[in-house]
């Protein structure tokens, strides 16, 4: 059983930024890949970035490649979202999952969430 808890969302400004951690507990996080993933109201959840257990493998949904940038600190069993050049369509609620996958961007894949944070960009 893994557990995780994601913090660092709020309200922020367009073009402003925003870092989101994701702190597991539990069975070995670092032998699992770790996705982020984002649900607006009336939207189903989708796919923002991925890493590899090593952190050496990265994946990017096109709408936020080139401003946010994932990465993990596996001695802290930590994983982080930088959010930079934020959009009022970045608006939502953010998830971090984990679990045995094979197609990282699929969160039917992931076996363990957490809460969420939300995030609201203002315009």
């Known amino acids: 059983q893994v557990q995780l808890v994601e913090s660092g969302g709020g309200l922020v400004q367009t073009g402003g930024s925003l870092r989101l951690s994701c702190a597991a507990s539990g069975r070995t996080f670092t032998s699992y890949a770790v996705g982020w993933f984002r649900q607006a109201p009336g939207k189903g959840r989708e796919f923002v970035a991925t890493?590899?257990?090593?952190?050496?493998?990265?994946y990017y949904a096109d709408s936020v490649k080139g401003r946010f940038t994932i990465s993990r600190d596996n001695a802290k069993n930590t994983v982080y979202l930088q959010m930079n050049s934020l959009k009022p369509e970045d608006t939502a609620v953010y998830y971090c999952?984990?679990?045995?996958?094979?197609?990282?961007?699929?969160?039917?894949?992931?076996?363990?969430w957490g809460q969420g944070t939300q995030v609201t960009v203002s315009s």
């Open positions: 999952a984990t679990g045995v996958v094979y197609d990282r961007r699929n969160p039917n894949e992931y076996d363990y």
């Open positions: 890493t590899s257990t090593s952190g050496g493998i990265k």
